[in-house]
């Protein structure tokens, strides 16, 4: 192998593989990123964990054609702190890749590029096109409420749904619940897979990466598609592949309140920006605090016997009686803040139940608390 490529487009293709590769796996290639040079003008990448995959492409300058497994974390840390001069690449025959930018050269030992695993394939399936600015919206709304215990795979993740032209994602750690859904130009969807938590991360990623790439906003758009056991997600020269979790996920529209008793609605910075406020003395493991409300106001107390107590009182509209209930107030503020809309309703039912939030327009979104 022997190329010529530009240190932008090097470190670009890098950049979108390196974080999936796995240091820590009892094979050793996983830690590596797959560099291919297949033809004349294009140098392909590839990294996987086995359970999440990504490869991408850019041009170069091909001479020889080739292929090897670079330590991913080693090239990227390298080709980062290159100058912005083209690189050359060249592979000797112990499989070490030569790299040199101008007169900074370095040796790195490799693996064969066959001894790579073999990524997924979405073979003939076709590809329906989705917002990226939808999925990142989704994404933003619901990734706070995945559980981060990833022996509890059912929730280590995201239920990520297709009807019609609706698409949907729900999160849940068993304390909080999101739910966020939007309409998308592609009909005719039809799917439910739950995506594992670094799947989300990876899609994120993505997402970021085709709304960076594109000109015009209308026409970000990401592909999508899924076989059986892996999900498919493309665009701006990269895909996406992601093993599904064969857990289910937990029956959400029993946990989401279809009435409520009582309903405030509340200006959604100035409520976030006291429950941060006001949090500052609660505890640092419970993190609780009161809401207290009250006809036209919603008062936010926390006591801790080491630090003090803190309240604060907003205007909210409130024509009900009164309610006193405690919750957790990093959850509060994690779905305060996943939002954009203005205002904000606060749905509560009674002491023991769980508050639902949501926004107060368009926004198709409902988060659920429980009390604490």
Request: hydrophobic fraction near 40%; proline fraction near 4%.
């Amino acid at each position: 192998m022997k190329l010529t490529v530009d240190k932008k487009d090097l470190l670009r293709g890098l950049a979108r593989t390196h974080s999936v590769a796995d240091r820590k796996s009892s094979m050793p290639i996983l830690s590596n990123i797959l560099i291919a040079a297949d033809d004349n003008d294009t140098l392909r990448f590839a990294s996987t964990d086995l359970y999440v995959s990504v490869k991408c492409s850019c041009p170069g300058e091909i001479r020889e054609r080739g292929s090897v497994a670079i330590s991913a974390k080693t090239l990227f840390d390298i080709v980062k702190n290159l100058p912005d001069h083209d690189v050359k690449l060249e592979l000797d025959q112990n499989l070490s890749l030569n790299l040199s930018c101008g007169k900074i050269k370095y040796r790195i030992p490799g693996m064969a590029g066959e001894d790579f695993p073999g990524l997924p394939s979405s073979g003939e399936e076709v590809f329906a096109d989705i917002e990226a600015r939808l999925l990142g919206e989704l994404v933003q709304m619901t990734q706070h409420a995945m559980s981060a215990d990833l022996n509890r795979p059912h929730m280590a993740g995201t239920l990520f749904e297709g009807q019609g032209n609706i698409v949907r994602m729900v999160t849940t750690d068993g304390h909080r619940l999101s739910k966020a859904e939007g309409s998308t130009s592609s009909d005719g969807l039809e799917m439910s897979m739950l995506i594992p938590s670094k799947g989300i991360s990876e899609l994120k990623r993505l997402i970021e990466d085709v709304q960076a790439a594109s000109d015009k906003e209308a026409a970000d758009c990401i592909g999508m598609t899924h076989t059986a056991g892996h999900a498919f997600f493309q665009g701006a020269d990269m895909q996406l592949s992601v093993k599904l979790c064969e857990d289910s996920f937990p029956p959400y529209a029993k946990v989401i309140p279809q009435s409520h008793q009582r309903r405030a609605v509340a200006a959604r910075h100035s409520l976030a920006d006291s429950i941060k406020r006001i949090s500052l003395v609660a505890s640092d493991k419970g993190g609780g605090l009161r809401l207290v409300l009250e006809e036209g106001r919603l008062q936010i107390q926390s006591e801790n016997p080491d630090v003090g107590a803190g309240s604060e009182e907003l205007d909210v509209d409130y024509p009900g009686d009164g309610l006193s209930i405690g919750f957790n107030a990093r959850y509060l503020m994690d779905a305060l803040n996943s939002l954009v809309d203005d205002e904000v309703a606060l749905e509560f039912g009674g002491e023991l139940e769980p508050l639902v939030i949501r926004p107060v327009g368009e926004t198709q979104y409902v988060g659920v608390v429980m009390p604490m």
